[in-house]
């Protein structure tokens, strides 16, 4: 078509280099951040009103048996796929673990602080979650094994 002007589509090279130059400030103050503590803030952990040490094993039939620490009693046990918070929750934990060569002797702490919200932490990584924060559905799974731990003790 005569007369008409070509459009040029390329983006600008001055465009690259500012995103670039963006992306890398933003993972240098990431890591300044994670590395130091610099410009970060730490929520205070309440005091802990009640806890159960627990191991999580997975059974022949798909289900998972939770219990205080590796081999002692059963405090409940998750019917094969049920409970895919808690499943998801545990896969994390434990890869964690596995990419830091520790084993699955030490067992994971649920914490009831005494505002009632609840913890999940990993003494073998110094992980903690806070479960409340995954919303009232996902942290129910949790109190669940926290009930049924207090009426066995």
Not at 44 to 71: H, L, N, T, Y
Not at 97 to 112: D, H, K, V
Request: net charge positive; hydrophobic share 40%.
């Amino acid at each position: 078509m005569a007369g008409e002007q070509a459009i040029d589509d390329t983006v600008p090279k001055v465009a690259i280099k500012a995103g670039a130059v963006v992306i890398a400030l933003t993972i240098a103050c990431t890591a300044l951040g994670r590395y130091t503590d610099v410009g970060t803030y730490h929520v205070p952990q309440r005091p802990v009103s009640q806890s159960v040490d627990i191991a999580f094993v997975d059974a022949p039939d798909g289900s998972v048996i939770v219990s205080e620490r590796p081999g002692d009693k059963t405090i409940v046990v998750l019917a094969p796929g049920t409970n895919g918070f808690i499943r998801g929750t545990m896969r994390g934990l434990v890869r964690d673990r596995r990419m830091r060569n520790l084993g699955s002797e030490t067992p994971f702490t649920l914490a009831r602080r005494d505002n009632g919200h609840l913890t999940l932490s990993d003494p073998a990584t110094g992980r903690v979650l806070e479960l409340n924060g995954f919303g009232v559905t996902n942290v129910g799974a949790f109190e669940t094994i926290m009930q049924a731990a207090g009426r066995r003790g």
